[in-house]
T-cell receptor, first 115, second 112 residues
Framework: AQSVSQHNHHVILSEAASLELGCNYS??????LFWYVQYPGQHLQLLLK??????LVKGIKGFEAEFIKSKFSFNLRKPSVQWSDTAEYFC?????????????FGAGTQVVVTP | KAGVTQTPRYLIKTRGQQVTLSCSPI?????VSWYQQTPGQGLQFLFE???????NKGNFPGRFSGRQFSNSRSEMNVSTLELGDSALYLC???????????FGSGTRLTVV
């Protein structure tokens, strides 16, 4: 079955450490890619999105993601995390042929940043 | 600018009952999608509506239904509730050209 995979379910790191979260998808063709974040007690928020063009996408709060078509990957990065980055991160794919509002989400990665 | 508003925030229902959840999108947004979020299954797509038309439907039983009104507000209904329907139900809205959806805080449904 076609899917979206996030490599890690839980990540614990210290402030100022670098963060990289993996996301792979199994759809062929052109996909639209997103990363969403859910801070504790808050709603899902869009971090960044990729539709076409430069495969290195910059988002809010210092996050960036790189689309590697040959690897079917869309990994999220942040060079130096803060305690406030503690949240759950979701990769989402708008698959070929699907309407704009239909996303396939990964299982999420819970990130805990310790002081 | 007000965000996506979902009501009620919390709901407790008994097995066999039915429930209606409401979503008011951001002003000007005409596209609304619904998702179910559970610890075991994660985020799963339920429906998508645009200008009162259902554009897409996820793999949920017929007990799950939805609709969208002319003012873009949307409702979803679950009939004959089962324990497994306990979940956070999320609504998201967007407008053509925005290329991204804004999510509401959700309705937490507990079926007992």
């Amino acid at each position: 079955a076609q899917s979206v995979s996030q490599h890690n379910h839980h990540v614990i790191l210290s402030e100022a450490a670098s963060l990289e979260l993996g996301c792979n998808y199994s759809y062929g063709g052109t996909v639209n890619l997103f990363w969403y974040v859910q801070y504790p007690g808050q709603h899902l928020q869009l971090l960044l999105k990729y539709f076409s063009g430069d495969p290195l996408v910059k988002g809010i709060k210092g996050f960036e993601a790189e689309f590697i078509k040959s690897k079917f990957s869309f990994n999220l990065r942040k060079p130096s995390v803060q305690w406030s980055d503690t949240a759950e991160y979701f990769c989402a794919v708008n698959a070929p042929g699907d309407s704009w509002g239909k996303f396939q989400f990964g299982a999420g990665t819970q990130v805990v940043v310790t002081p | 600018k007000a965000g996506v508003t979902q009501t009620p925030r919390y709901l407790i229902k008994t097995r066999g009952q039915q429930v209606t959840l409401s979503c008011s999108p951001i002003s000007g947004h005409r596209s609304v999608s619904w998702y179910q979020q559970t610890p075991g299954q994660g985020l799963q797509f339920l429906f998508e509506y645009f200008s009162e038309t259902q554009r897409n439907k996820g793999n949920f039983p017929g007990r799950f239904s939805g609709r969208q009104f002319s003012n873009s507000r949307s409702e979803m209904n679950v009939s004959t509730l089962e324990l497994g329907d306990s979940a956070l139900y999320l609504c998201a809205s967007s407008s053509p050209g925005l290329y991204g959806y804004t999510f509401g805080s959700g309705t937490r449904l507990t079926v007992v």
